[in-house]
């Protein structure tokens, strides 16, 4: 029996008063928000889910992005994936040609008005996915209009924005380079940070209350390298997008701490996490990992999962299972069952910290075709809203105010949460049946787990009782 301890991180001595918030983990913080994201849905989709969405417990809903982006000439957008191109690509919307609202992939923008009024409706929050750091590949693609609002061609992008990056724990390279083939945009250029808030009010004057920053580590920070050469003085686009200082006259358009932002900053060598975190949260991709391998092996023996893996408070940590990039990129955590992804999402979700995004995976896939019905636009399958899932969502909503405490058996394969003498979620990561001793608050009876009625004894304050394998539990007092 093992109990898993959070090591807290270091911080720097010299944090600016108005960060530290989100450097500084208060013990006493309970997150209770949870994101859907609704992967490659459409607005009409989305909206017609919203009250499913609502009741399986989620506050957030995260849309794929909905800028003007590419589209590759005669084809038509049916498919997620598509390797002839004919078809379309779900990555094609990661690739903008112009700041306004609209594409084919996610749809108009009168849908996505129709979609905001939805979640109005019933109480959800919309979070949209924005990317300024890139264009399309193919910058004859990009408009006419986003070219002449940042100063011309030239203008857009960093001086060196056409070369490729060579070397990601290169601060020079990662903020001023371009990735992957995506030209990287002058993201100091004032004209172009003028054009790309029009969009972000118009966004929040709709109602979205929050932003997912795609590859917001590639967007320097004010210790990262300057492009002189591109006429730069400093390095301010976060000033500017999170409302510390207008440009040109307009500015962010509602107070910034009414809103959730996390940036993409995926963990590396010599990325400025804390510097990053002076402004906004940040993906905990390193936690993501660990507890991934952990899935895989059926146990967490010798791995820390009590550890956010990270610099930042864990209160502003997005956390994942999986994500859409670790989904299908390498298709890394693709091959995770769903049994074993629903049973990661249910020890993530019962945690005190960390706010957990549950991704939305293709309608029909399977280990063996990760793209199942292949639709554009359509809904995900149906784990969103699977018994365990809206289980352990309503749990974390109800424990706020409870502080964690975590367990493990011996054997690794049984997670133990406990949330003060109020609650506790039961997790077998393993393929194979395992029975549970260990300490819990809960105070000493016999209970019964929310979703299938299974019994479980507390006697002098040790939990018992029998789990079938990938299953978990939900109980509370």
């Known amino acids: 029996m093992n109990k898993l301890i959070l090591a807290l991180p270091l911080l720097a001595a010299a944090i600016p008063s108005a960060a530290k918030d989100r450097m500084t983990h208060n013990p006493e913080a309970t997150n209770e928000q949870i994101i859907l994201h609704a992967w490659s849905w459409n607005f009409p989709t989305i ?52 700041w306004k609202i609209g594409n084919e992939i996610v749809g108009s923008l009168d849908q996505m008005k129709e979609m905001m009024d939805s979640a109005a409706k019933y109480n959800v929050k919309v979070i949209v996915d924005v990317l300024p750091n890139h264009t399309a590949f193919d910058i004859d693609a990009v408009s006419d209009e986003m070219y002449k609002a940042a100063g011309g061609r030239a203008k857009l992008f960093h001086s060196n924005g056409l070369a490729p990056i060579r070397d990601y724990n290169d601060r020079a390279q990662c903020t001023l ?38 590859t917001a580590k590639h967007i320097g920070v004010h210790s990262d390298p300057v492009d002189t050469a591109a006429g730069v003085k400093e390095n301010d686009f976060w000033d500017v997008a999170t409302g510390r200082k207008a440009v040109k006259g307009v500015r962010l358009s509602v107070p910034y701490d009414s809103l959730w932002v996390y940036g993409e900053v995926l963990q590396d060598r010599n990325v400025p996490e804390l510097e990053y975190a002076s402004y906004m949260g940040q993906t905990a991709s390193g936690y993501g990992h660990v507890l991934r391998e952990a899935l895989e092996k059926g146990s967490a023996k010798g791995l820390d999962l009590a550890s956010w893996h990270h610099q930042a408070a864990p209160e502003y940590l997005t956390t994942w299972v999986e994500s859409h990039d670790t989904y ?70 109800t424990m706020a105010g409870e502080k964690e405490d975590l367990r493990v058996s011996d054997n690794g394969s049984v997670l133990l949460v406990n949330r003060g003498k109020k609650g506790a979620a039961l997790v077998n990561i393993a393929g194979h049946a395992n029975f549970i001793d260990l300490p819990t608050g809960l105070p000493d009876g016999t209970y019964r787990d929310a979703v299938y009625g299974k019994e479980f004894k507390v006697k002098k304050g040790r939990l018992s009782g029998a789990l079938a394998p990938h299953r978990s539990y939900i109980l509370t007092k």
């Open 328 to 397: 299908c990129n390498a298709h890394e955590s693709a091959g995770l069952t769903d049994d074993q992804i629903r049973a990661g999402w249910v020890f993530l979700t019962a945690r005190q910290n960390g706010v957990p995004l549950f991704f939305s995976r293709p309608m029909g896939s399977t280990r063996d075709n990760y793209w199942g019905d292949n639709l554009s636009g359509a809904r995900g399958n149906d784990e969103f809203f699977h018994p365990e899932v809206v289980a352990v969502n309503k749990f974390r909503r």
């Open 47 to 98: 909206a017609e889910n919203m009250k499913r969405i609502a009741d399986a417990g989620y506050t957030m809903v995260q849309t794929s992005p909905v800028q003007n982006c590419y589209k590759p000439e005669g084809s038509v957008t049916r498919k997620l994936f598509d390797p002839t191109h004919k078809e379309g690509n779900w990555y094609y919307y990661y690739q903008p040609t112009d």
């Open 177 to 214: 380079e371009s990735l992957t083939g995506l030209p990287d945009v002058n993201t100091e250029n004032p004209d172009f940070q003028k054009y790309y808030m029009g969009f972000v009010n118009q966004l929040l004057d709709m109602g979205v209350r929050g932003f997912r920053y795609d």
